[in-house]
């Protein structure tokens, strides 16, 4: 514990002397950081194999894309740019954008595709400039005990170290508290980055989209990663007159997908618990009919009473309700506001449509980004980052300097404040008062919200009502005109 304290107030003494603000420093860390990952490559992979049971495919893929992350935050780094706009003050230019490190930040990492979870947030952190402090619990995980022997060498002891759960207020109080697991109190302070990992993802497949395109992303999304990832759907909702078709096509791509790698198989039991216990309970009750090998299951929900319904899903589990059209599917279901991610399969209007009345922190139309099933959920209190998850300005402040004069309107008052001649408190009124540009639209020919209801109404009487009015008087008229002729006769 003593040895932890003493690390932790290292990290504190150089956030305070602003050590890891210089570009330069923020570079090697990085290089040092990529070394590390890139000559271990091999260890990390097994032990991502070795933890999750995961086909090649899917470790490769989580390897390959914090690499990625990782270049490209180093890649962001211009020393040669920031220099020139660290002086550009002197030279008499504004440095608006100026941003500085928070100065501390904690990593407490998610379970779900570890090593890029933990990687992503890290290589933010230090490329914005700060110390970090990652989160590792004495687990029997084969990736955090490849971690604990390679990271420390890699960086800068006064830039980063490894601890237990830190619960001293006095720290978490002081730093950035990235939490990926869902379980930080939400009244923390509004610079934590708390994942929202118990929000929901939904899907809502129209009859108007490419079923087969749609149910193969769709399969991918919630079964590739254990069916763990937070971005994967938990409801998919489809439209009645193509829900056989896109039931077919969801089984054929899961089985073949599991077909491509026998390993898969090894870890088809392991489900997770809440899940699985949702899904007996609704086949019990007759609320749901689930298809399906022991490797994954789709589930057919037959009433929307049922609990499944809306549960965060964790497995390889898909459910699938029906919905009779568009406004059924984003108005009739008590979704939250905003669902974490909502994926929109149809034409152009009508997934238009959906993205634009269902609040989503994420809306994606016709497809589901790879990229999102790798990493933790994003924070929501945070403009989403779907490539990298993280950003450097998630752990920087804006600390703006500013050298240059205001101009145009803003001198006006200025020159009135300081009695500069030719600035008068009438001359400044009439610049108030100026009237604002026009709209280009007619303003004789603006209408309020009841002159176009009646106008509207008036049209559809005119153009349906009355002409269908006017043809049945007429048939009566004539009928009546030949009943009188026949009598007469």
């Not at 994967?232 to 491509?260: G, I, M």
């Not at 001198?411 to 009124?429: C, D, P, W, Y």
Request: aromatic share 8%.
């Amino acid at each position: 514990m003593a040895s932890q304290e003493i690390a932790i107030e290292r990290l504190q003494m150089a956030a305070a002397d602003g050590r890891p603000e210089n570009v330069r420093y923020r570079q090697d860390q990085l290089q040092g950081l990529h070394l590390a990952l890139r000559t271990n490559a091999s260890k990390l992979c097994n032990a991502l194999s070795e933890d999750t049971k995961a086909p090649s495919a899917e470790i490769e893929s989580e390897y390959y894309l914090t690499m990625e992350t990782l270049r490209h935050f180093y890649d962001s780094l211009d020393f040669d740019k920031s220099l020139k706009e660290e002086y550009s003050v002197t030279e008499g230019k504004d440095f608006a954008t100026r941003r500085s490190g928070v100065g501390m930040v904690i990593i407490r990492p998610t379970s779900h595709t570890r090593l890029y979870s933990i990687i992503s947030p890290l290589a933010a952190a230090l490329t914005a400039g700060n110390c970090v402090i990652l989160e590792l619990q004495d687990t029997l995980l084969q990736i955090d005990l490849v971690l604990r022997d390679i990271l420390p060498p890699a960086l800068d002891v006064n830039a980063f170290c490894i601890s237990r759960t830190i619960t001293d207020t006095s720290i978490l109080n002081t730093t950035v508290l990235v939490d990926q697991t869902g379980n930080a109190p939400s009244a923390g302070p509004v610079t934590h980055l708390l994942s929202s990992s118990s929000t929901r993802t939904v899907a809502i497949v129209d009859r108007t989209a490419d079923i087969q395109s749609a149910a193969k992303v769709i399969a991918t999304a919630r079964f590739t990663f254990g069916g763990t990832s937070p971005y994967a759907p938990d409801l998919v909702l489809v439209n009645e007159y193509v829900k056989k078709e896109f039931f077919e096509a969801c089984s054929k791509y899961a089985t073949l997908a599991f077909a491509r790698d026998s390993g898969v198989k090894r870890v088809s039991g392991n489900q997770n618990e809440a899940s699985r216990k949702a899904v007996k309970e609704a086949e019990d009750k007759r609320q749901a009919v689930s298809f399906g090998s022991n490797d994954f299951k789709l589930v057919d929900v037959l009433d929307r009473n049922t609990p499944l319904i809306k549960m965060k899903i964790s497995g390889r589990y898909l459910p699938i309700a029906t919905c009779s059209g568009l406004v059924d599917a984003v108005f009739s279901h008590e979704f939250e506001n905003p669902l974490l991610a909502g994926y929109f399969f149809g034409d152009a209007g009508s997934a238009k449509y959906m993205a634009q009345h269902l609040p989503c922190h994420v809306s994606c139309l016709n497809h589901i980004p790879v990229q999102l099933l790798v990493g933790p959920a994003a924070p929501i209190t945070h403009d989403p980052d779907i490539k990298h998850r993280y950003n450097a300005n998630m752990f920087s402040v804006a600390r703006p300097q500013y050298v240059e004069r205001p101009t145009g309107a803003f001198t006006n008052a200025e020159k009135l404040l300081q009695g500069v001649k030719g600035i008068s408190t009438s001359r400044i009124r009439a610049l108030a008062v100026k009237p604002l540009k026009p709209t280009g639209q007619p303003s004789n020919w603006a209408l309020g919200f009841f002159e176009q209801g009646f106008f509207v109404g008036a049209g559809f009487f005119l153009t349906i009502v009355f002409p269908i009015l006017g043809y049945t008087t007429w048939i009566a008229g004539r009928k009546g005109l030949q009943l009188a002729m026949t009598l007469k006769k």
